[in-house]
C-alpha cells in the first residue's frame, strides 16, 4: 500500500467549465502541490465518478477529503458513506449556504455540515450568519478568504474588443445565471448610458443556465454598447480585466466576488450589491460601491464616470486591498495549517 503522506482528495462538483468551484480547486491543486502536498481532484462531472471514489477508498489511498459546495459534497456521503470514516473538509461556495441551507435538500446540506470535521468559509460576515443559526457548529467554523492569482496572459488592446480610448469600460465577470442578476447592470447603466455614451459594458463568464443565458443575449442583441464575451481562459482574464475601468458585481448573493477582486487587483474601484458574501469586503466609498438596487448603481457609476481623479484614487485602493487580505500566499498558508490540524486527528 502507498505510503500516505500530505495526500489529499478534493471533491468539486464542477470542472469542465470555468465556475467559482473549478477555479479555486484548480488554483488550489496547483499552488499546495508546490508546497509539497499530493493533491488530486475528482470532479462530480467525471463518468463513473463513484467508482473511482469507491476504488480510492478501497486503496487507503489519501489522509484527507477536501469537498466544495455542501449540497454537492452532502450527496457524495450519501452515496458512499464510507468517506465519513476519513478526515473531511468543507469548503462552502456561496450559494449552498444561500439558498440549499434554506430549501429543499436543507437535509442533506445539514447533514454534510455536521458530519465533516472542518467546515470553509471565505469571510467572517457568513461565518457569523451561520454560527446565529448554528451555534454548534462553532468548533468547525474556519474563514479563509479566497487568494487572488491572475496569470501574465497576451496583452490586449481596446481596438481588438471594438472599445476606444476615451470609452469608460464597466467590467461584468460572471457566469450567466439568475443568481447573478444580469439585469441588474444592464438596466441600471442603461439609464447612464443615456447621458454617457461612451459607456460600455463588457459582460464575460460561462453560460450556465441555457434559459437563462439566452435571455440576457438577446436582450443585448440591440445593445450596441454592450458586448458578451462569453468564456474567457483564466489566463488571458487579466489582458480583459486590465482594459476595463469600473468591476461590477450585481449577484443576490455571493460566496466571494473572485472576478471583482481579480479586478481589483489591477487597479479597478468596484460597484457591489449589498448582499451576504459582498458585504464587508470594502469600505463604503473607499475602494467602491455597495449598492441596494437600480437608483443607487446608477448614481454610483455616475460618481465614478464624472470622477476620474477619484475613479484612480479608489481603484488604487482596491488594488491595495487585494494586497494586503486576499494574497495567495495567505490562502496556502491558512489551508496548510487547516490540513495539518485534519492530519493529526
Excluded at 54 to 60: K, M, N
Excluded at 275 to 304: M, R
Aim: include cysteine.
Amino acid at each position: 500500500m502507498e505510503q500516505l503522506t500530505n495526500r489529499v482528495l478534493m471533491i468539486t462538483p464542477f470542472d469542465k467549465s470555468q465556475r467559482g468551484n473549478s477555479l479555486t480547486t484548480a488554483r488550489l491543486q496547483k499552488f499546495l502541490t508546490a508546497r509539497g502536498f499530493h493533491i488530486d481532484r475528482l470532479s462530480l462531472e467525471d463518468d463513473n465518478w463513484q467508482g473511482r471514489l469507491q476504488h480510492t477508498l478501497d486503496q487507503s489511498k489519501y489522509n484527507i477529503i477536501h469537498g466544495f459546495h455542501a449540497l454537492h459534497f452532502g450527496q457524495v456521503l450519501q452515496a458512499i458513506p464510507e468517506i465519513r470514516k476519513l478526515p473531511l473538509i468543507l469548503t462552502a461556495t456561496g450559494t449552498d449556504i444561500h439558498y440549499d441551507l434554506l430549501g429543499a435538500q436543507q437535509d442533506i446540506v445539514l447533514d454534510a455540515m455536521q458530519t465533516v470535521h472542518k467546515i470553509v468559509v471565505f469571510n467572517e460576515n457568513l461565518r457569523r450568519n451561520l454560527l446565529d443559526i448554528y451555534p454548534e457548529l462553532s468548533s468547525k467554523m474556519v474563514t479563509i478568504p479566497q487568494g487572488v492569482f491572475l496569470e501574465t496572459g497576451t496583452v490586449k488592446t481596446r481596438r481588438e474588443l471594438g472599445l476606444s480610448p476615451d470609452n469608460i469600460v464597466f467590467l461584468l465577470p460572471s457566469g450567466l445565471r439568475p443568481v447573478k442578476n444580469i439585469e441588474l447592470a444592464i438596466d441600471s447603466l442603461s439609464i447612464v448610458h443615456q447621458e454617457h455614451s461612451g459607456l460600455r459594458l463588457l459582460i464575460m463568464g460561462t453560460a450556465i443556465d441555457e434559459q437563462y443565458s439566452r435571455r440576457i443575449i438577446n436582450r443585448i442583441r440591440d445593445l450596441s454598447w454592450v458586448t458578451y464575451l462569453g468564456e474567457i481562459p483564466h489566463a488571458k482574464m487579466s489582458s480583459i480585466l486590465a482594459l476595463g475601468d469600473v468591476v461590477i458585481n450585481t449577484s443576490r448573493c455571493e460566496g466571494q466576488p473572485q472576478g471583482a477582486l481579480e479586478a481589483m487587483s489591477l487597479g479597478k474601484p468596484c460597484i457591489l450589491t449589498a448582499v451576504p458574501g459582498n458585504l464587508n469586503l470594502i469600505q463604503q466609498g473607499a475602494e467602491g460601491f455597495y449598492v441596494d438596487g437600480e437608483a443607487e448603481l446608477v448614481t454610483a457609476a455616475k460618481t465614478l464616470i464624472n470622477n476620474p481623479a477619484r475613479r484612480e484614487e479608489m481603484g488604487q485602493n482596491a488594488r491595495k486591498l487585494v494586497e494586503t487580505s486576499f494574497t495567495l500566499e495567505q490562502e496556502l498558508d491558512a489551508y496548510i495549517r487547516l490540513y495539518q490540524i485534519c492530519m493529526r486527528m
